[in-house]
């Protein structure tokens, strides 16, 4: 551990980790206290109901901890368009330090599938790895639909004003996949990546810490620091890392939040048969 | 003698007369059909379905041979009176003439109705929303569960304000998995399947891709990996 020296690269800023910190803990909350009522006939779902005071009053939780998402969503959007550089707006929207894909994205996605099966050199990455850039736009899309069906149904009285009253049927069933498909998606693919890969293990703690370390950027994301390297910009970017204290919080809370969904994946798998669908 | 003639002409005469009465056009009473105009008034604010000229009143006079149109099992038609006991649709009592109804449970009968949200989460029993006996067919006039006035005199009752459109929720929703869904429910089925393709069109590509990434990191070569100080993040 060196805290003097540069050794990291930073790579989000504090308003993006508190971004991403809420997230984690909406959408934690959201998947325990939706779980709990998918699962009500199980005593695993009672259980997990128990926490927020039970099946009625985990709807009101699931409910106001949704908004809250959305508006989250909302502020995210705003500062989007804060942080957009309008004066050269296109370009800086197709360079690569957005997270808007690219067409090298797909290139790079079979580079890097040929590489896995053992064909020619991984792709060199810049900032953003498409499936990074994946996880970004799916929350966009997933919240979307999540967020309208979920609020069509909170208040379907007002809802059935402007559809159907059906639609609370149709509106029921999309939430619920994309639930699901959400839930899966980070409690085993995000987690992997951030976690389980050589590369990451036992944990990528840019997200909290907000740098990740120079060497192991460099080693997958060479084009990145290449790109800064050419434009004298590297230096302005380095930090040193934070002090063992800092981390240790990062260590247990990344691990808390991993527990959890694990708990949620599993619980949810075994406890499949033991439901109505 | 003379008194039996005028008895059996009588009968003769308020019989034919009875059986006119069949062919007349039905009473016109005060409680005559409510009628919106073709302009929706308050179509926004009211409660109600709009469909006051066919069946918000009492029903019409019926006419004197009730048949049931059509009715068939496969390609075989029943016969009318077959087809009377099977086809419940429109009974005061859908139970009526049920062999041994009163000593079982609704749900010894009605098994696919017994999968909804209300009965299996929110432990809504099925008399709560069905009533009690007689419990009519849904398509009863006078049912509580007709369209026409299931939001007021059922819904209602728990979800204060249903509107008509509300009461159009699906309460035994067809399950989506179900080919018979297609059918049922057309939008529902769709909704569903497209979500599921989407769901997994995502993990057919991620979680090979993921897996395999895992397993060739583990064989990055020694030379690569000295650059990757170990616990480096």
Redesign the interface.
């Given at each position: 551990m060196n805290l003097t020296t540069k050794t990291r690269i930073k790579r989000f800023s504090p308003l993006q980790r508190i971004f991403h910190v809420l997230l984690m803990l909406s959408f934690l909350t959201l998947g325990a206290t939706g779980l709990s009522r998918m699962y009500i006939e199980t005593p695993w779902g009672r259980w997990l109901g128990g926490l927020f005071g039970g099946y009625e009053a985990a709807r009101t939780v699931h409910i106001y901890v949704g908004i809250f998402m959305l508006c989250g969503l909302l502020v995210h959007v705003f500062y989007l368009l804060f942080k957009i550089n309008w004066q050269k707006f296109p370009r800086s929207l197709t360079g690569p330090d957005s997270l808007l894909p690219r067409p090298d994205d797909i290139k790079q996605f079979f580079q890097h599938i040929a590489w896995f099966m053992g064909f020619g050199k991984p792709p060199a990455f810049d900032r953003w790895g498409y499936w990074e850039k994946f996880d970004y736009w799916a929350v966009f899309w997933g919240l979307i639909i999540i967020g309208t069906t979920g609020l069509l149904m909170a208040f379907p009285l007002t809802s059935s004003r402007i559809m159907p009253g059906w639609g609370l049927n149709v509106a029921f069933w999309i939430h619920r996949i994309e639930a699901l498909l959400a839930m899966a998606h980070v409690f085993i693919i995000h987690f992997f990546i951030a976690h389980l890969r050589r590369h990451n293990f036992p944990m990528d703690r840019a997200i909290f810490e907000g740098s990740a370390s120079l060497d192991a950027v460099r080693h997958e994301k060479p084009a990145w620091i290449e790109r800064l390297e050419k434009n004298g910009e590297l230096d302005a970017v380095l930090v040193t890392e934070a002090v063992p204290g800092q981390q240790i919080v990062f260590y247990v809370f990344g691990y808390a939040a991993v527990a959890a969904g694990l708990f949620l994946l599993i619980g949810a798998l075994i406890n499949t048969p033991y439901i109505s669908w | 003698m003379k008194q039996m003639i005028n008895i059996r002409t009588l009968l003769v005469a308020s019989g034919v007369l009875l059986t006119g009465l069949l062919f007349l056009p039905a009473i016109a009473s005060a409680q005559g059909e409510e009628v919106s105009s073709a302009i929706r008034r308050y179509k926004?604010r009211e409660a109600s379905t709009g469909y006051y000229e066919e069946y918000e009143m009492l029903p019409r006079r019926q006419r004197p041979f009730v048949e049931i149109p059509g009715v068939r099992r496969g390609i075989f038609p029943y016969s009318p009176t077959a087809a009377r006991v099977r086809v419940r649709m429109r009974l005061a009592d859908s139970h009526q003439g049920i062999k041994f109804y009163e000593r079982r449970r609704c749900e010894d009968c009605h098994i696919e109705q017994t999968?909804d949200i209300h009965t299996?989460?929110a432990n809504i029993t099925c008399r709560q929303c069905h009533g009690g006996e007689p419990i009519a067919s849904n398509a009863h006039y006078f049912s509580p569960l007709n369209p026409i006035r299931r939001h007021a005199y059922v819904c209602a009752k728990c979800?204060e304000?249903?509107?008509a459109?509300?009461?159009?929720?699906?309460v035994h929703?067809p399950?989506?998995?179900m080919a018979g869904t297609m059918k049922s429910?057309p939008?529902?089925f769709y909704?569903?399947w497209i979500?599921?393709a989407?769901?997994v069109g995502?993990?057919a590509v991620?979680?090979p891709?993921?897996i395999?990434?895992?397993?060739?990191?583990?064989f990055?070569k020694k030379e690569?990996a000295e650059?990757?100080?170990d616990?480096?993040?």
């Open positions: - | 926004d999968r299996v989460r979800h304000g249903a509107s459109s509300y009461a159009s929720y699906v929703a399950n989506p998995l429910f939008v529902l909704a569903f979500m599921v989407i769901a995502t993990f991620f979680l891709h993921t395999l990434w895992g397993i060739r990191e583990l990055i690569k650059s990757e100080p616990n480096e993040n």
